[in-house]
Structures are given as structure tokens and as C-alpha cells.
């Protein structure tokens, strides 16, 4: 089994930048690709980053730019940089990773509990 622990969530100020955390626990040898998703009240859950073992990145549209996805495989965590950040980034943020490549539409096999993060415009 596998345990994902996220941290960094917040306040913070339209404009403003967090960085979240993401540390994998267990069978981590289990695991491929690492991803960052993010769900709202009444909202589906979008996919906003992926990351594989050698490093390939993808992200949505609506945080290119902006995002950036990284991960150190020695310490097994993916983070998730987030300038410039917007009243509607605001949500819960959850942490995903797979033997597979992530995509959209494709759920992770492991999945963590989430971080508040609110912007205030």
C-alpha cells in the first residue's frame, strides 16, 4: 500500500504564491506518476498537474503559466508551485500517483486526503 501526505494549503491574497506538498509513504516503489488534482463544492474534479518518474510534466490549461509541478524521487514528493493564483483556484487540493501515466478521466490508485487552499480576491 501507499500513503500520500499533503501539506502547504492556506490563505493567501489574489496574486499571491503557495507551495504545496505531497509525500509519499510505503510501497512507493509502486509508484510512477504523481499529480496534483483539485475539487470544489459542486465542481468536478479537474486534473491540474501530472509528473513521471523522468520528469515529464503536464498541466491544464487553466494553470499554465502559473503552476509548476516538481518532485524529488529521493524523498518520494511531488510539490506543486502556485503563483500568481486566482480567486477561483480556491479549492481542495489532492495528491494522486499511479503505476500508469496519469491523464484526465483515468483515477489514480492512490489518492491523499487534500489541502485547503483559498484565495481571497
Known amino acids: 500500500q501507499v500513503q500520500l501526505v499533503e501539506s502547504g494549503g492556506g490563505l493567501v491574497q489574489a496574486g499571491g504564491s503557495l507551495r504545496l506538498s505531497c509525500a509519499a509513504f510505503g510501497d512507493i516503489f509502486r509508484i510512477n506518476a504523481m499529480a496534483w488534482y483539485r475539487q470544489g463544492p459542486g465542481k468536478q474534479c479537474e486534473l491540474v498537474a501530472t509528473i513521471t518518474s523522468d520528469g515529464s510534466t503536464n498541466y491544464a490549461d487553466s494553470v499554465k503559466g502559473r503552476f509548476t509541478i516538481s518532485r524529488d524521487n529521493a524523498k518520494m514528493t511531488v510539490y506543486l508551485q502556485m503563483n500568481s493564483l486566482k480567486a477561483e483556484d480556491t479549492d481542495v487540493y489532492h495528491c494522486?500517483?499511479?503505476?500508469?501515466?496519469?491523464?484526465?478521466?483515468?483515477?489514480?490508485?492512490?489518492w491523499g486526503q487534500g489541502t485547503k487552499v483559498t484565495v481571497s480576491s
Open positions: 494522486g500517483a499511479d503505476s500508469c501515466p496519469l491523464a484526465p478521466g483515468r483515477i489514480p490508485d492512490y
